[in-house]
């Protein structure tokens, strides 16, 4: 009769030891999960404190900024990237990405350079604008010279912009009346025909999607353009087509201009 009773009390001690174990267990991860809470709420405080003072040191908007432009389209930071591009033997490595090691330290000694040179003129969005635009640039190169199709293309397209641009600004420097600029005002490049070259011709591709009024508009402008003489020769060159544009309407436009 004694060897059951030595079983059960064998049984209970194993029990009671796993319960011991497993209690022990609970308390460590217990107290490895309150670290772990310390160490990201600290980790949490570090990034604030130093957002602020990267916010400090950048300047992100001075109050006093009075030059500030969008996109980094500012002569003189243009300028100033050129300036360092052409006397630094590698000022970017195009082949890598705006991210890498070598182009994230090359990016932060031009901001230091450009803010030691303008100080508050402009503000930290307008440098780093500009300082992105001269990555992107250089990287397009380099991938043009990888793929010569892209290069068609972007030729190409750089061509039909400028012509685009180049017959919009013409219409704007005759524009006469405040209605005239209150419609013009809101108008891009991309609202203008495309333009085929044709032997000695230049076909206008309109699109569909301009408004009448936007359209009658256009042809007043070029009315006027053809009673100038500076500009006879290039309307006269210039025949719509009967075949419109292939281009979607844009988005971002009133209702004044596009039909959606």
Not at 20 to 27: G, M, Q, S, V
Not at 53 to 82: F, I, Q, Y
Not at 143 to 150: G, V
Not at 153 to 165: D, G, L, P, Q, Y
Request: aromatic letters at 6%.
């Amino acid at each position: 009769m004694s060897e059951p009773c030595n079983s059960e009390s064998t049984s209970e001690d194993y029990h009671r030891d796993m319960i011991e174990k497993l209690n022990a267990i609970r308390y460590i991860l217990e107290r490895s999960n309150d670290k772990l809470q310390k160490a990201v709420s600290g980790l949490q405080s570090n990034m604030n404190t130093l957002e602020k003072s990267t916010s400090t040191t950048r300047r992100t908007d001075p109050v006093r900024n009075r030059h500030t432009v969008s996109r980094g389209k500012c002569v003189e930071l243009s300028a100033r990237m050129k300036y360092l591009q052409n006397t630094e033997e590698c000022l970017w490595k195009s082949e890598e990405s705006w991210n890498s090691v070598y182009n994230r330290e090359q990016r932060e000694w031009i901001l230091d350079d450009m803010e030691s040179t303008f100080g508050d003129r402009y503000s930290y969005r307008d440098y780093n604008n500009a300082v992105r635009r001269s990555f992107e640039n250089n990287r397009l190169k380099y991938r043009e010279k990888q793929n010569k199709d892209l290069l068609v293309k972007n030729t190409k397209r750089r061509r039909v912009h400028s012509s685009r641009w180049t017959t919009m600004k013409r219409r704007e420097r005759v524009l006469a009346t405040e209605d005239e600029r209150e419609i013009w005002k809101d108008v891009r490049a991309e609202l203008m025909s495309d333009e085929e070259d044709v032997g000695d011709e230049v076909l206008l591709h309109s699109p569909t999607w301009r408004t009448p009024v936007l359209n009658e508009l256009i042809k007043t402008l070029d009315q006027r353009l053809m009673q100038s003489g500076a500009n006879r020769k290039l309307i006269k060159k210039r025949t719509r087509s009967d075949i419109p544009s292939s281009r979607t309407c844009p988005p971002g436009y009133p209702a004044s201009h596009v039909l959606y």
